[in-house]
């Protein structure tokens, strides 16, 4: 059968995933920071959007890209 896509392939991460997650997509644009601030700012940036998600995630590394 056909399996339903989770939302954006990252369901619901906990904080740890979602870092995870943030590193990863950092890494894969080319965004070039420090681990710990590109952490403070993924925690600042999920905090005012709506939290815990990879399209949190995205959004942010989609917002990190357009502002480098």
């Known amino acids: ?6 939302e ?12 995870e997650i943030v590193r ?6 080319g965004i070039d920071m420090l681990d710990d601030e ?3 700012e993924a925690n600042k940036w999920e905090l005012s959007h ?3 998600s990879g399209r949190t995630a ?3 590394i989609d917002y990190l890209a357009g502002t480098r």
């Open 8 to 19: 954006t392939d990252f369901g619901k991460p906990d904080k740890k995933q979602f870092q």
């Open 24 to 29: 990863e997509l950092a890494k894969k644009n």
């Open 50 to 52: 709506g939290g815990l």
């Open 1 to 6: 059968g056909s399996e339903m896509c989770k």
């Open 58 to 60: 995205q959004q942010f």
């Open 38 to 40: 590109l952490l403070l």
